[in-house]
């Protein structure tokens, strides 16, 4: 590390977080939108929200939440939720592993605590799907303890309120803000989880990573990046991994039975539905693929390309439209697909080969 930029560090680990908490605070109960989730906000409540908006932007997560909160009202609901109904109720979301996770970690509250999550850091972090994040979302918000929960808004506002050069996926930069914050946190429950929520506000309503309105911030005047004109550097983002191809032959094999749909059994989206696919190579052929899986007299009526881009993997899809005689899967109707069969959305957009 240059001198330059070890005296940069030193300089923002001695910023004044306990400056922090009133403004901010302040400005959040003034101006907080109305979500659903600030609504009696029980710790399955905010566990389910925190775990939706892990992936999803908040106005798509509010339909998916309200959705799942009516199917599936409390943690025994989720507990004892027949799994193809779980996966049609996270359909769109995708990241499936994350809800047969919840689903795990309901079943432990349920059995070992009662069907009470317990409010403890510990006990809390030993919960299938539950890191850092989540319990700090948990602990402050649902049960109001000094708990900071630091995502990737909250990473942002810290660290260009104190001009920090670390590298936001380094997990040492991460404990040093999370101990910062436990040590300003607000002394009564209301306070810890307002603080939590106003944090992460901010960095979604105010302090966004292109649009950033420092003129309107509650932070403004302790902010070193406003100072210094610097809001764009930071935050210090690690080197971009560029994604894995993939190519892949999807097939929407129709037969008199209905659309074969079977399940993954290896790679992304293992044991979720698919349209029977394969991973392929140039100069494959999907008529061999065809045969190797004994479908019988079939006809490729119309290919479309598509593609689904993963978080570290971007899939290059030929979707085939075939109709058969018979073919040794599965078969729905489009309708029991819409209804009923959870498909990842990287499936789901094959159906479009069916349509000239
Ligand atoms: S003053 Fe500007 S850069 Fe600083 S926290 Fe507020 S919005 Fe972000």
Not at 290 to 310: D, M, P
Not at 336 to 354: D, N, S, W
Request: net charge neutral.
């Amino acid at each position: 590390m240059t001198d330059q930029k070890q005296e940069q560090l030193k300089r923002a680990e001695g910023f004044p977080f306990e400056r922090v908490p009133a403004p901010l605070i302040a400005w959040y109960r003034a101006n907080k939108r109305d979500l659903p989730w600030r609504v009696n906000p029980t710790p399955y409540r905010v566990w389910v929200s925190e775990i939706m908006l892990q992936q999803t932007r908040v106005e798509a997560a509010k339909e998916y939440y309200l959705r799942f909160l009516s199917a599936l009202p409390t943690v025994f609901d989720l507990a004892a939720c027949e799994e193809e109904k779980l996966l049609k109720l996270w359909e769109g979301l995708g990241y499936y592993s994350r809800v047969r996770n919840m689903q795990k970690a309901a079943k432990l509250v349920v059995e070992n605590y009662g069907g009470e999550f317990p409010a403890e850091e510990k006990a809390l972090k030993g919960l299938p799907g539950i890191g850092d994040y989540t319990v700090g979302a948990v602990l402050s918000i649902a049960f109001g303890l000094p708990y900071p929960a630091v995502d990737g808004n909250v990473l942002r506002v810290l660290s260009r309120v104190s001009e920090n050069p670390s590298d936001i996926s380094d997990t040492k930069y991460r404990e040093f803000l999370r101990e910062k914050l436990r040590a300003v946190y607000p002394q009564d429950r209301q306070g810890c989880s307002d603080f939590t929520q106003a944090l992460m506000e901010l960095g979604a309503l105010i302090c966004k990573p292109a649009v950033i309105e420092c003129s309107v911030c509650p932070l403004k005047e302790l902010c070193s990046a406003r100072k210094n004109g610097t809001q764009k550097e930071y935050p210090v983002m690690p080197e971009k991994k560029g994604k894995r191809e993939e190519s892949l032959f999807v097939f929407v094999i129709e037969t008199e039975k209905g659309i074969a749909i079977r399940k993954r059994e290896a790679g992304v989206l293992k044991g979720m539905n698919e349209f029977p696919s394969a991973v392929v190579k140039e100069g494959d052929l999907p008529e061999e693929t065809l045969k190797e899986w004994g479908v019988s007299a079939f006809n490729i009526v119309r290919q479309k390309k598509y593609t689904h881009i993963f978080t570290h993997i971007r899939w290059n899809m030929t979707c085939f439209f075939v109709r058969a005689e018979d073919a040794p899967f599965a078969a729905y109707s489009r309708e029991e697909i819409e209804r009923e069969v959870a498909l990842p959305t990287a499936f789901k957009q094959c159906l479009g080969v069916m349509i000239d």
